[in-house]
């Protein structure tokens, strides 16, 4: 079946070292949604990315989203204890844009 | 404007036992997913109600259910518990529209089963 698979599963960094995921898809996605499960919390929707290619920033995030439509990376810059936690990504089943396909997920550890 | 929200926060049950755990979406949503979340585990889809109908479920037994009310809050049931369905119950909301697709997460029901 469809899946999206996420690497690294996890990420520890020093303070101030950049970090990126990478999220893999095995079919062509509609779109692909990032979101940030902080320890404890629940998972709050960062962005979400449409076209072939595209490239959006929100601050030290950069959300990338591949040609073809079945990968998608997010870098952080400079990291900070506050971006510890972690980023699930998630397209839409195949003909069914209401339903995700999720990524299992980078826990990302930072050390100040 | 108010978020997700889920009740009660925590639930403590017996193997066996029933559970019953509510969702309230963000005003104006039509869609509401349930997901269970083990300890240290990613996002395993449940139920997906869209207008009152279940429009589709994940990989569990049928002793999950639920249903979607008038009003679109949800509500998960889940019967003959077992110890393996202790988790947190993440209940999330969309709004139907052209490409809108994101999910809201409610902060979830800590199911602990003894």
């Known amino acids: 079946g469809q899946q999206v698979m996420q690497i690294p599963q996890y990420q520890h960094v020093q303070e101030g070292e950049d970090f990126t995921t990478y999220c893999n898809s095995s079919t062509t996605l509609s779109n692909i949604q990032w979101y940030k499960q902080r320890p404890g919390g629940h998972p709050v929707f960062l962005i979400q990315l449409v076209k072939s290619g595209e490239v959006k920033k929100q601050k030290r995030l950069t959300f990338q989203f591949g040609e073809a439509k079945k990968n998608s990376s997010l870098h952080i810059t400079a990291t900070q204890t506050t971006d510890v936690g972690t980023y699930f990504c998630?397209?839409?089943?195949?003909?069914?844009?209401?339903?995700?396909?999720w990524g299992l997920g980078t826990s990302l550890a930072v050390n100040p | 404007e108010a978020g997700v929200t889920q009740s009660p926060t925590h639930l403590i049950k017996t193997r066996g036992q029933q559970a019953t755990l509510r969702c309230s979406p963000i005003s104006g949503h039509t869609s509401v997913y349930w997901y269970q979340q083990a300890l240290g585990l990613g996002l395993q889809f449940l139920l997906w109600?869209?207008?009152?109908?279940?429009?589709n479920r994940g990989n569990f037994p049928p002793r999950f259910s639920g249903r979607q009310f008038p009003n679109y809050s949800s509500e998960l049931n889940v019967n003959a518990l077992e110890l393996e369905d202790s988790a947190l119950y993440l209940c999330a909301s969309s709004l139907v529209g052209a490409g809108s697709y994101e999910q809201y997460f409610g902060p979830g029901t800590r199911l602990t089963v003894t």
């Open positions: 998630a397209g839409p089943k195949a003909g069914n844009n209401r339903k995700l396909i």
């Open positions: 109600y869209d207008e009152g109908e279940e429009r």
